[in-house]
């Protein structure tokens, strides 16, 4: 589960680098990359939850749980801002990026881990 895991948050890094250039050059994101996105972030986030419930889930793992929930909250209030019809500020965008680098790798450090 954690390689399936690792799998969706890869896709849904792809989007977020695509949405990330369109508001890095000052424009919205088209929101059907948008749902995409964050429901691959959420797939990825109960696939996580549910390796740690089942049990015997490293530390790691659970750390890139907390790190990726927090990457989460970063894309809600993006998401929030975008509702609103407004670009995102660009270092919102980089803080969100780069919280949820951290965690993915985080996850890739316990699935090589195994």
Known sequence: MLTTALIVFAIAAIGGLF??????????????????????????????????????ASARVTAALAILI?????????????????????AVVFVHAGVAIAGVLTLLSAVLAV
Do not use: C, D, E
């Open 19 to 56: 949405m990330a250039s369109r508001v890095l050059r000052g424009h919205l994101a088209p929101w059907a990359i948008s749902i995409l996105h964050a429901l691959l972030g959420a797939s990825g986030l109960i696939l996580l939850i549910l390796t740690i419930v089942q049990g015997g």
């Open 70 to 90: 927090l990457a989460a909250l970063g894309g809600f209030f993006l998401a929030s801002i975008h509702l609103r019809g407004r670009v995102a500020p660009k």
